[in-house]
């Protein structure tokens, strides 16, 4: 079945009537309507959302735009899927639809997202992977479409954005391998411009500082956030003539990389360094032994990502009273056994 045009003229009535029968008007008998239904079900008519679509000036779809790579994929621990899970939950209230914007590794983000919005494919959007400077910002404040982005940036304004809690997961880890003894602590960050690197290596810088150690830029290995960029950080560290006594990961499966390359070197993680991950990763249960990180919940971030979203939607704006439009969403230190033991002389 092609369109409304043929399903009228097999139950030989107006379109008018298979329109407002397909809609649930109130002004369409019931016996009328129950027949037209059946009939769309037999013969397999379905609307054409395009064309309600640029009637009613929406789409009913939101968009998540994500950075599509080989790293991305090959080293998925779910987290956007998690998130998407938290997302569709509350857009389903709504009955609105996700969709995923993948944008290539090899094309910039801004000219990709400039493209999405000329097309109109979507009501609002989700951007993530924000930069210390991140255009994309003031492309969709121009193009006045509500968005939200899932990560900070100095660009925006008063642009709505939830963000992990990077800075306070440097300082809680820094605060707990110093009262361990530990002085000389390197951490990763990422080899990108993405932002929540600048704000992870400037909250160690001063977390280290409120303890009276002086900032060391060759602790900070940079790296590509994977477990081949832990196997790298870990070569790094290893060939400092002043060896680090402990390392802060910024991505929590750099850690199985990691252990492979020290325990490669003889060195074991727990008891020659201490070892603390970011966030808690299925895949990183499983080192021995057990790496000490951090824990939230991803299904509730995408919760509250979908209504600070929707609070931005004039359609849905009233029933989100009070979203907080910039918010830093909060871990849990998880200890394990891979930073537990103390330095019995501090270096």
């Given at each position: 079945m092609k369109g409304i045009r043929q399903l009228a003229e097999h139950l030989d009535i107006s379109i008018g009537t298979v329109s407002r029968a397909l809609n649930g008007k109130p002004d369409v008998n019931e016996e009328t309507r129950k027949r037209v239904l059946a009939a769309a079900e037999q013969l397999g008519y379905v609307a054409n959302q395009s064309g309600r679509s640029l009637r009613q000036g929406t789409?009913?779809?939101?968009?998540?735009?994500?950075?599509?790579?080989?790293?991305?994929?090959?080293?998925?621990?779910n987290f956007f899927l998690t998130v998407t899970g938290g997302l569709?939950?509350?857009?389903?209230?709504?009955?609105?639809?996700?969709?995923?914007?993948?944008c290539p590794h090899d094309e910039d983000p801004y000219e990709y997202l400039k493209r999405m919005v000329a097309r109109r494919i979507v009501d609002a959007l989700i951007i993530?992977?924000?930069?210390?400077?991140?255009?994309?910002?003031?492309?969709?404040?121009?193009?006045?479409?509500?968005?939200?982005?899932?990560?900070?940036?100095?660009?925006?304004?008063?642009?709505s954005w939830i963000d992990l809690d990077f800075d306070g997961v440097v300082n809680s880890a820094v605060d707990r391998l110093v009262a361990h003894g530990h002085r000389r602590i390197a951490i990763s960050a990422p080899s990108s411009d993405i932002n929540l690197?600048?704000?992870?290596?400037?909250?160690?810088r001063r977390a280290l500082e409120r303890h009276g150690i002086?900032?060391?830029?060759?602790?900070?290995?940079?790296?590509?956030?994977?477990?081949?960029?832990g196997y790298q950080v870990a070569d790094e560290l290893l060939r400092l003539e002043d060896r680090p006594t402990a390392v802060i990961l910024i991505y929590e499966l750099m850690a199985i990389g990691l252990y492979r390359r020290v325990m490669e070197s003889g060195i074991i993680p727990g008891r020659d360094i201490a070892v603390v991950g970011f966030r808690e990763a299925p895949?990183?249960?499983?080192?021995?032994?057990?790496?000490?990180?951090?824990?939230?919940?991803l299904h509730?971030?995408?919760?509250?990502?979908?209504?600070?979203?929707?609070?931005?939607?004039?359609?849905?704006?009233?029933?989100?009273?009070?979203?907080?439009?910039q918010t830093v969403w909060p871990l849990e230190l998880i200890p394990g056994e891979s930073d537990a033991f103390r330095l019995t002389t501090k270096k």
């Amino acid at each position: 079945m092609k369109g409304i045009r043929q399903l009228a003229e097999h139950l030989d009535i107006s379109i008018g009537t298979v329109s407002r029968a397909l809609n649930g008007k109130p002004d369409v008998n019931e016996e009328t309507r129950k027949r037209v239904l059946a009939a769309a079900e037999q013969l397999g008519y379905v609307a054409n959302q395009s064309g309600r679509s640029l009637r009613q000036g929406t789409t009913n779809v939101i968009g998540l735009m994500i950075q599509s790579s080989r790293e991305t994929v090959e080293n998925s621990d779910n987290f956007f899927l998690t998130v998407t899970g938290g997302l569709q939950s509350v857009l389903l209230r709504h009955k609105l639809d996700l969709i995923m914007l993948p944008c290539p590794h090899d094309e910039d983000p801004y000219e990709y997202l400039k493209r999405m919005v000329a097309r109109r494919i979507v009501d609002a959007l989700i951007i993530s992977e924000t930069h210390r400077v991140d255009k994309r910002f003031d492309l969709l404040a121009k193009a006045k479409i509500p968005f939200v982005a899932l990560g900070r940036s100095l660009s925006g304004g008063n642009s709505s954005w939830i963000d992990l809690d990077f800075d306070g997961v440097v300082n809680s880890a820094v605060d707990r391998l110093v009262a361990h003894g530990h002085r000389r602590i390197a951490i990763s960050a990422p080899s990108s411009d993405i932002n929540l690197g600048f704000i992870f290596v400037e909250g160690y810088r001063r977390a280290l500082e409120r303890h009276g150690i002086a900032y060391d830029p060759a602790l900070v290995i940079r790296a590509k956030s994977s477990e081949q960029g832990g196997y790298q950080v870990a070569d790094e560290l290893l060939r400092l003539e002043d060896r680090p006594t402990a390392v802060i990961l910024i991505y929590e499966l750099m850690a199985i990389g990691l252990y492979r390359r020290v325990m490669e070197s003889g060195i074991i993680p727990g008891r020659d360094i201490a070892v603390v991950g970011f966030r808690e990763a299925p895949r990183a249960k499983f080192l021995q032994p057990p790496l000490t990180c951090f824990r939230t919940s991803l299904h509730d971030l995408g919760v509250e990502l979908a209504e600070i979203l929707l609070s931005n939607m004039p359609a849905y704006s009233q029933e989100y009273p009070g979203k907080a439009r910039q918010t830093v969403w909060p871990l849990e230190l998880i200890p394990g056994e891979s930073d537990a033991f103390r330095l019995t002389t501090k270096k």
